[in-house]
Structure formats: C-alpha cells, structure tokens
C-alpha cells in the first residue's frame, strides 16, 4: 500500500508543475497581477476579494480565491499590502496557498509620469488531504468503501518561501490620454512544491508583461453620455512551458464598465491556439467627476470565460469569476503627492522631506491627493 501511495503522489508531483491562477478581472485585484502596481488603483485604503471556478464541467473542477488589503501611505513613499491566495484542485484534495506581503515605491519623475517598483514575500504551502482519497483496502466487491484506510500518509504538507518582483511605468500624455506599461516576475526561487520529500518538483518563474492605453472623451454629445473612456489592453504571460497571451478592450460609462478580451496559448505571438473569448461586467456606485464624494466607493464585477478550444467546447466548459473592491476611507489620503508643476528631479523619503525640482529644493505638498486608476 505505502509503495501504492508513492506511486500516486509521484504522478501528483509530475503533473503539479501548472501554471499559476490567472484572474480575468486582474484589475480588480492590481497587487495579485503585479506587486508594483498596489497602491495605484482608486482607494487609499482597498480591500480586494475576488473568486474564480475554471472550466466547470469537470467534477470537482479548479477553484481559486484571493484576498487582499493595500494601503498607500506618505510616510513609505508609496504602498504596502497583504493577501492571501488559496488555490484548490479535486475539492480540496490538492491545495496551493500564498501568505503574501507586498511593497510599492512610487517615484513621481514628473508631473504627468510616475516609475513604481514593487517586491513581494510570501510563505508558500502545499498540502494533500489523505482523508479524501479512496485506498484499495477500503473497497468492498458488494458494498464498495466500507471501512477507512490502514494505509498511513507518508507527508502531507509544504511550506517554503517564495519571492516576487515587478516594476510599472505610467504617462499621462494629456487630460484624455495615458498609458500604462509593466513587467512583473513572480516565484524568482522557484520553491520546491514536492509532496514526497525526496524528489523536487519547483514551481516555475513567471515571467508577464503587461500594457495598457486609455482615451477619455471630452465632447458633449450622445456617445459621451454612453461611453466616457476606452482602454486597450495586452498581457503576455510565459512560465515554464506554458505561454499564454491576452488582447482586448474596456469601455467605461458613469456606473458600469464593459469588457472584452480574447486569450490564446501555446505561442505567445501565434494567436491561432485560442483559449477563451472573456466577457466582463463592472459596476460601481460612484461617478468618475463625483469620486471624492462618496464616503464608501465600491465596485464589483463578474467575468465568463468562454472556452474556445475544442476540447473545452466538448468537455471543459466555461468558467466564471466575480470580485469585489471597497474603499473604506474614499479616494482622498496621505499619500504621495502628484501636484508638482515643475519636474521632480529626486524624491527623498520622509515626512518633512523636500524634493529637488529645477535646481531649487521645495518642500513636499503635504496636500490630500486623489488616489489613481492604473488602466
């Protein structure tokens, strides 16, 4: 029976060497996506929870959460968080969890361009639960399982540390017009996930870059009214052998924000491999000019992912998500300042600091400022 077991968990093993959870609403969620980007979506104080059931036809399919709170704060210079990231396979039977504390530097290179660069530390765990599985000795030829297992687990857990990074450049060319560009690398150790002890199976660095360009209507007329703000994306994403790319379009009103995307795999410039066609709804209780004041912003969202690929069209089925974001304390905060009229030449951590701009030391605006949207 123990060499049975063996058996079993080195084929777990082998086949654990899987691509991390990718959230369709990653906007939702910025510091899951990137560790540069905390700090820099609406909300000085946000607290992110998103949920996703991939390709739901499948018995006991692929279930992921994530959790998280960000804060941005002056006297840091930029943002720091935690989260907390569960993923799950067989109902619980396999599970992968991330304890993940999160810092952000936000370096103001001018008035209209911002350079964030974000670490990441997390306590990885890997578990099997024994209590789930079906041994040889439970069967019975008439009744089926009938008694519990004999068999002893030989490990179950663990833990190691895991380490990611990520930097994020963002222009605001204009009033209407802005871009955003990053690269975020995530497991840098590539930690040991065994479950046996004495084989290693590591977890593969993911490597993604990420863009994304934003067009804000300022005429007056009907199709201002329906649509405020446009904003074209692209990721691409590569661990290990898996490669996967995303292109699409968000299109923004006063309450609701409308996506859509089209992801491709196995060759990140091949977009003949489709995955999934993903549409996305966005709600929030606030308009963009009346952001400041509502006391307690929130926006919640839902995303299908059609399977495109003949395999998920005949057995996989689609999958779904839905996330949440509150903003307990508003858009308005202590956090680092963004009203400079002259180019910041060097940002110097501390309260009573002050910046070098044109050759002239001016003291820090110690203003409230508006928190970001990083698309």
């Known amino acids: 029976m123990r060499t049975l077991i063996i058996f079993i968990l080195t084929g777990i093993s082998w086949s654990i060497s899987a691509q991390d959870a990718f959230f369709s609403q990653y906007y939702l969620a910025p510091i899951q996506f990137n560790p540069a980007l905390a700090g820099t979506a609406n909300g000085c104080d946000r607290i992110s929870l998103m949920y996703k059931s991939q390709w739901t036809r499948l018995y006991q399919n692929y279930q992921y ?18 989260s907390l990231n569960r993923n799950e396979e067989g109902n619980g039977v396999l599970t992968r969890t991330f304890f993940t504390g999160t810092y952000a530097y936000h370096m103001l290179l001018s008035k209209n361009s911002r350079l964030y660069v974000g670490f990441q530390a997390s306590i990885f ?5 024994f209590s789930k599985l079906i041994y040889r000795d439970q069967l019975d030829p008439r009744f089926g399982v009938t008694k519990p297992s004999a068999a002893l687990p030989i490990v179950n857990s663990r833990f190691a540390p895991d380490f990611s990074t990520g930097i994020a450049y963002r222009n605001n060319f204009n009033k209407t017009q802005g871009m955003l560009i990053g690269l975020a690398v995530k497991h840098l150790t590539s930690p040991d996930e065994s479950l046996l002890g004495f084989d290693q199976v590591n977890l593969n660095t993911t490597w993604t870059l990420h863009g994304s360009f934003s067009h804000t209507f300022q005429t007056n007329n009907e199709y201002r009214r329906l649509i405020q703000a446009v904003s074209p994306q692209f990721i691409l994403q590569k661990q290990g052998g898996f490669e996967m790319g995303q292109i699409g379009i968000m299109a923004k009103s006063d309450y609701f924000t409308v996506s859509a995307f089209y ?12 995955d999934a066609v993903v549409m996305a709804v966005r709600i929030q209780n606030f308009k963009a000019k009346e952001l400041k004041q509502v006391k307690n912003p929130f926006e919640a969202g839902f995303a299908y992912d059609l399977t495109a690929n ?5 057995g996989l089925g689609p999958s779904y998500e839905i996330g949440f974001a509150t903003m307990p304390h508003g858009v308005t905060c202590d956090g680092p300042g963004e009203m400079y009229k ?32 990083f698309l």
Request: with cysteine.
């Open 65 to 82: 959460a994530f959790a998280s709170y960000e804060k941005l704060k002056d006297g840091i210079h930029g943002a720091y968080g935690i």
């Open 125 to 129: 765990n890997r578990t099997i639960d």
């Open 263 to 274: 992801r491709w795999n196995s060759y990140l410039m091949n977009l003949n491999y489709p």
């Open 310 to 314: 003949a395999i998920g069209f005949n």
């Open 342 to 373: 002259n180019r910041i030449r060097l940002p110097i951590v501390g309260k009573n600091r002050k910046l070098r701009t044109n050759g002239k030391n001016v003291p820090f605006q110690d203003k409230k400022t508006k928190c970001e949207d």
